[in-house]
């Protein structure tokens, strides 16, 4: 554990608090959000929005973007994948104990849970 002083959002406004966190996760987590800023710069009229909701006591993290993500590649016979993706997801995905991918694309849907 590490203990620094950082900016927090808290209460609908930006505060400087000492908080405890472990700087691994905070890497990957980290990491995460630059495979999404790499989608805003390729294309940023696609990108939306962007949410992170945290839930501490679940354990959880999710990050929603609504346009600009990962493109889907059709495979052939109705398999269908994601086109790459930067080491954030692949670290992420490494070192928990489930991580989902869900992606639409006109009617298509993919869903893909690790």
Not at 21 to 50: A, H, Q, T
Request: hydrophobic share 35%; glycine share 10%.
């Amino acid at each position: 554990m590490k203990k620094q002083d950082l900016w927090v959002y808290e209460n609908d406004r930006m505060v400087l608090r000492s908080i405890s966190f472990v700087p691994g996760l905070y890497k990957i987590f980290d990491e995460i959000l630059f495979n999404i800023f790499d989608c805003y710069k390729r294309n940023p009229s696609l990108m939306e929005c962007v949410k992170v909701d945290i839930d501490a006591k679940e354990s959880k993290v999710s990050v929603y973007i609504k346009g600009g993500g990962v493109p889907m590649v059709h495979y052939g016979d109705g398999i269908y994948g994601l086109e790459g993706s930067g080491y954030g997801s692949k670290l992420t995905n490494i070192v928990s104990l489930e991580f989902s991918t869900e992606a639409v694309e006109g009617t298509t849907k993919f869903k893909q849970v690790c």
